[in-house]
């Protein structure tokens, strides 16, 4: 069988550090108990990994949190995780005297910042990403200014945005280019004064090109990740829209992969969510490349 790896996959940079820095919690604080608030990253591989460093992941809903800290031994110390957290979620973490790591990556916080400068400046704001997703709730806890786009609230929008400054329309960091650009269409479209800011972080485009660049004449591409993780979710669309021909598989690891169908294949394109662990992905790889 032939195999195609596209590149970059796995791992991006914000993954890494929050990993990293999770890990590195650990090393400082040996004896303390360590949660993360929320999942680090969208991969129960990484929650196992975490884990056989007891540090446990509170996979919970926001609103549920609260009451979840609530119980926490004091000593504890919390990480929030790579996809940003409520404001009040931390201050919540403060009053009750935990210690606080912050795994936000840097472009989530650059894209809270500047939503946060909007609504500053009496701007409204616009808001296209992944409803209940953290990163989305995190950008929607910043004030009531702040709109998740629907698609039926157009005329919505333009009633509000009638009488007051140009609103903001800004994104979530890992959203599939190519959907966010009709989205920008139809709002200019009832809204011509409308600012655009366009936020898909490097690492999640530079895996949806490659996905993209896969040779047409693969006969499936299979997406390593979790079906929990929004940007693996985004590479699964791309692959079934770029390559119609091909057979496209969401698989969370080698146990995923259905052997009596995939050797039937001659050529197979493989890429990963970038919060897939590396070694996840390399069985996959060794598992294709071993059949005949
Ligand atoms: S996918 Fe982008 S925004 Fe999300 S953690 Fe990675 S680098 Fe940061």
């Known amino acids: 069988m032939k195999v195609f790896v596209c590149q970059p996959h796995g791992y991006c940079e914000g993954v890494i550090k929050a990993i990293n820095l999770a890990l590195k919690t650990r090393e400082n604080y040996p004896l303390r108990p360590i949660y993360i608030i929320g999942m680090l990253v969208h991969n129960e591989h990484v929650n196992n990994i975490l884990l056989e460093h007891k540090i446990t992941t ?11 800290m609530s119980e926490l031994p ?10 940003g957290h409520p404001a009040s979620l931390e201050s919540y973490a403060r009053k009750l005297n935990l210690t ?4 936000t990556c840097s472009y989530v916080s650059d894209n809270l910042h500047l939503i946060q400068e909007a609504t500053n400046n009496g701007q409204k704001v616009i808001y296209i990403g992944k409803e209940n997703h953290p990163e989305t709730l995190s950008a ?3 004030g009531q200014n702040v709109f998740l786009y629907r698609k039926d609230d157009l005329d919505y929008y333009r009633t509000f945005c009638q009488d007051s400054i140009p609103p903001l329309v800004i994104n979530q960091t890992t959203l599939a280019y190519d959907s966010l650009l009709p989205i920008h269409y139809q709002i200019r479209n009832v809204i011509p004064q409308a600012i655009f800011a366009e936020e898909i972080c490097p690492a999640t485009r530079l895996r ?16 390593v990740g979790s079906k929990r993780s929004a940007n693996t979710n985004h590479l699964v669309s791309i692959a079934k829209e770029s390559h119609p021909k091909a057979e496209v598989y969401l698989i969370d690891s ?14 197979v394109a493989v890429s990963a ?10 069985k996959v790889i060794s598992a294709l490349k071993a059949i005949e």
């Open 58 to 68: 509170l996979d919970y809903t926001f609103s549920e949190l609260k009451d979840v």
């Open 74 to 83: 004091s000593e504890s110390i919390v990480v929030f995780t790579a996809h």
């Open 100 to 103: 606080i790591v912050d795994a």
């Open 140 to 142: 929607l806890s910043i």
């Open 208 to 223: 949806q090109n490659a996905v993209k660049n896969i040779p047409q004449e693969v006969d499936a591409i299979l997406v």
């Open 254 to 267: 080698i146990n995923d992969l259905d052997l009596t169908k995939v050797r039937h294949f001659k050529f």
């Open 273 to 282: 969510g970038a919060s897939t662990p590396l070694e996840v992905t390399e």
